[in-house]
């Protein structure tokens, strides 16, 4: 042991420790009863291709879920049931399916249970009590980020599954960094130690350097002989071994005391021994309490029982953010290391009372849902009060909380050919029941649930009602969207909606990346049409990181989405699934257009007929370029900027921003609007309409009909000369596109308007002797910049943020047992053993079409990449050439 380790593991939890974050509201504390404690939403991910099905498919076995062991080669798994996912053989839409560990009887595995707790259950091993497991299985593919992303913002916990060959990979760190951005609680499971090539030594290592967390080794792997194949996984918590007899479906466990080990395989004892030493001192660094137990035991650290051991770890990894990363070992497909997986859920992984309180927005303020909860509460508020806050419209919304009885996430939309479109729900407080009038705030509308499902990955059990901190599904709503927040509200009519601010009430959204690329869809007749444009909506409604867009000009409708593969899904779904009849064109790249000069106010009248009555308006417009800085996100305040003069900001997307002048409107004076505004009008839906008609103008371009990016839009709105009592919002909205699009159009014809291109941060990794060939080929022959080597995070603004907290960790402090089979040529001093190398680098996105074939040729097939949008930039004149050369051969 280190010398004055004691003293110094104090100092260091004193002022490093955090206790873990809980839910404060008293409506979520009285939900915190058995059902909510032994409820764990659990989500896999992963690199593409690490294991995540087949662990799936061991844990639903294990669980008494299946009776039989699905296959992702034979196409047999219950969690890709998708057509499309049993071809290729990938995950390509996230599942979610309820399980029971350990498991029930099996006549009791759909029938909702609420186990009796034993008095013991908070200082005793969770994992002895049935727990209900929500598990949702998350794509690997990079095109697929979305997915994963709207399946993180309702999880819990997650079990990250690494490659024990390829070690910590692309796709990984980059689903780890968004599991961080959410503080969720993770668990490591390194797979595939069964493999040539299995490296368990430098995937711990690469877990510290690239993951930033310090790894506690739970488990070892156990090698016949030392030198022979993997049988089994040497327990470090309890000190114990594990062997699993080869051949079985993983049911045959024979487990090894310490003492009897050291009889039969002494090395692997004194390696276990070793191991239980490096993860009570990593333990001690990070909780106080594990620093008590060591000192009580006489600082010994075999003497520390597996349960105190546990509840330390627990302790780590609930932490925020957390730095102590607890590792396991195993072979899915050789059905080894599934079992204490499943146990480590349980044991380690937070129920949903045990989760930061969910953030929200109310009247666009930011807050909390237990802050909204609790000022319901007449004593809280009298508090509030006392302390001399004023009362506002945001607090009165606060107080009318109390009739709030269910406040929901909808995560995900997906069509089912046999019970139509499921609604995937997250119930972040109260309940919602069979039959409940749910108001979705983002769309301002109502619906009633008719039907609740507990969802069982293909199959479903209906339910009467799903609890907080529980996943489940709502049929029949036919307007509910991914990332819409849907409450239930005491009195609440299908035509009405929550009074007090509470119709503006949202969870935290879920951010929808831009997309890149594009296709053009075409029906076959025009008796087809319909039927295509309803699927594409539904397609739509199921999947929020595809656009649809209608060519004015050519009158065709454009679908871009996030990648080829992704487009190349939606087409097979559009014309196999849905069975329609289109022609579906080349995947193109969705460039921007960037006008280069500034043009002057340009007035425009609309007066004409609309639907039969004359309609009247006219619009002021004028832009102008802006730099990509200048763009604050959100929509602005109302301000003042001199006496009478009043303006409105709005950000618009593509970093477009929209500034509408208003004298003598001020929305915070309705009275004043008389004398102004014709009484059929009111200013938040004039100002609601200039912004649809501006934001319509600039979604295709004059140059070449791409969306126009990097422009200020400036309106001015003379109410007295410009509000007639014909004015109408529609017509409002057709002024305010005709200016801007006149305005548009001027400016290109003074100078020449750019096209803009995205551009990709790109993350390679290859292996020494690839280096230089990669690197050649990214910045001579793709036209790209390398950023750096060797270093584990993206340098640009849009990903590095929070990247200087990150805990850099010298690989050579982290305990690891001998690999076997290790050559021992590879740098341990960087962490990146067998010579692994990483080249972070930006490059067009247009250059990296089809580059993973000429990667795996470049490398040996060896070579892997992950890359994400870093922003559009400005073409050079040659290569703005070439690129409208190429578009017009079509």
């Not at 024990?164 to 968004?178: C, D, F, I, P, S």
Request: aromatic share 6%; charged share 20%.
């Amino acid at each position: 042991m280190r010398v004055g380790w004691v003293c110094y593991a104090r100092r260091v939890v004193q002022h490093n420790v955090r206790a873990p974050r809980r839910l404060l509201s008293s409506q979520a504390q009285s939900q915190g009863d058995a059902l909510s404690k032994t409820t764990r939403n659990i989500g896999i991910i992963a690199h593409i291709d690490a294991g995540k099905t087949t662990t799936t498919e061991r844990m639903l076995y294990y669980s008494g879920y299946t009776r039989r062991i699905g296959d992702v080669d034979e196409g047999s798994t219950v969690t890709d049931f998708l057509p499309a996912e049993r071809a290729r053989g990938i995950t390509i839409q996230s599942a979610a399916i309820t399980f029971h560990w350990p498991p029930l009887p099996p006549n009791t595995q759909h029938t909702p249970q609420v186990p009796v707790l034993p008095d013991s259950f908070e200082t005793t091993l969770r994992s002895t009590v049935p727990h209900n497991v929500n598990l949702i299985d998350t794509p690997g593919h990079a095109d697929f980020t979305f997915e994963v992303l709207r399946s993180l913002r309702v999880l819990d916990g997650a079990v990250c599954i690494l490659d024990g060959v390829a070690g910590v990979e692309a796709q990984t760190e980059k689903v780890w960094m968004q599991a961080g951005t959410y503080d969720i609680p993770r668990i490591i499971f390194v797979n595939k130690l069964d493999r040539d090539g299995a490296a368990f030594s430098r995937t711990v290592k690469e877990i510290g350097v690239r993951l930033h967390g310090w790894p506690a080794v739970c488990q070892i792997p156990w090698w016949r002989g030392g030198k022979g194949a993997f049988t089994g996984v040497g327990d470090i918590v309890n000190l114990r071994a594990m062997l699993w007899q080869g051949g079985g479906d993983g049911r045959d466990i024979k487990a090894y005391a310490i003492d009897e080990l050291e009889k039969t395989d002494k090395a692997f004892a004194e390696e276990i021994k070793k191991a239980r030493v490096a993860l009570v001192e990593i333990l001690s660094e990070h909780d106080d309490i594990m620093v008590e137990n060591f000192l009580e035991h006489d600082e010994d650290h075999l003497a520390i029982s597996g349960t105190q051991i546990m509840q330390s770890l627990r302790r780590v990894v609930l932490q925020a953010p957390q730095s102590v990363i607890p590792v396991f070992a195993g072979a899915s497909f050789r059905n080894i290391g599934v079992q204490p997986l499943l146990d480590a859920i349980v044991d380690l992984l937070p129920s949903p009372s045990e989760r930061p309180d969910p953030e929200i927005s109310l009247s666009n303020q930011a807050s909390s849902l237990s802050v909204l909860l609790n000022a319901s509460e007449p004593s809280k508020a009298m508090k509030s009060a006392k302390k001399g806050r004023q009362a506002s419209k945001h607090d009165l919304a606060l107080v009318e909380a109390k009739n709030l009885t269910a406040c929901a996430l909808a995560f995900k939309v997906v069509n089912d050919s046999k019970r139509g479109v499921l609604v995937y729900v997250r119930v972040y407080s109260g309940s919602i029941d069979r039959g409940a009038t749910l108001f979705n705030t983002n769309l301002g509308l109502a619906e009633r649930a008719p039907r609740l499902l507990k969802m069982y990955a293909n199959d479903a059990v209906e339910v009467d009602s799903i609890t907080a901190g529980q996943i489940g599904v709502i049929t029949g709503l036919k307007h509910a969207r991914t990332g819409d927040t849907l409450i239930v509200y005491r009195g609440l009519q299908m035509k009405g909606s929550p009074p007090g601010g509470l119709s503006t009430l949202q969870l935290r959204p879920i951010n929808v990346p831009p997309p890149v690329f594009f296709t053009s869809i075409e029906p076959n007749s025009l008796s087809e049409q319909k039927h295509v444009q309803e699927s594409l909506g539904i397609l739509l409604r199921e999947d929020p990181s595809l656009h649809l867009s209608i060519d004015e000009e050519s009158g065709q409708t454009h679908l871009a989405g996030m990648g080829d593969l992704h487009l190349e899904i939606a087409r097979d779904r559009l014309l196999n699934d849905f069975k329609s009849k289109a022609r579906i064109g080349k995947i193109e790249i969705g460039y921007r257009e960037a006008i280069t000069s500034a043009t002057s106010p340009y007035t425009f009248n609309l007066d004409k007929l609309i639907a039969g009555k004359a309609a009247k308006a006219t619009i002021t417009a004028s832009i102008d370029p802006i730099d990509d800085s200048a763009i604050i996100p959100g929509v602005q305040e109302q301000v003042e900027i001199e006496d009478g003069a009043f303006e409105t900001t709005f950000s618009l997307p593509d970093n477009n921003t929209l500034h509408i002048s208003h004298p003598n409107l001020s929305r915070h004076d309705s009275s004043g609007h008389k004398n102004y505004i014709p009484a059929h009008l009111s200013l938040p839906g004039i100002l609601h309409s200039i912004q649809a008609g501006a934001a319509a103008a600039l979604a295709r371009g004059p140059f070449n009909g791409f969306p126009v990016a990097n422009v200020r839009v400036a309106i001015d709105l003379d109410a007295q000369a410009q509000l007639l009592p014909e004015t109408s919002p529609t017509a409002i909205s057709m002024a305010a596109r005709a200016a801007v699009n006149h305005s548009l159009r001027t400016a290109c014809a003074a100078s020449p308007a750019v096209l803009m291109e995205p551009v990709m941060m790109v993350t390679v990794y290859v292996n020494e002797s690839s280096l230089g060939a990669v690197v050649q080929d990214l910045s001579s022959a793709r036209g790209g910049q390398v950023l750096s080597l060797d270093t584990t995070s993206a340098p640009s603004s849009a990903s590095s943020a929070g990247t200087d907290s990150e805990v850099r960790i010298d690989p050579n402090l982290i305990y690891t047992p001998p690999d076997p089979f290790a050559s021992g040529t590879g740098d341990v001093g960087s962490g990146l053993a067998d010579s692994q190398r990483q080249i972070v680098a930006r490059v067009p996105l247009k250059e990296m079409v089809g580059y993973l074939n000429h990667l795996r040729a470049l490398t040996g097939g060896r070579g892997t990449f992950v890359m994400s949008v870093d922003g559009f930039e400005k073409m050079g004149t040659q290569r703005q050439k070439d690129v409208l050369e190429r578009m017009r051969e079509f």
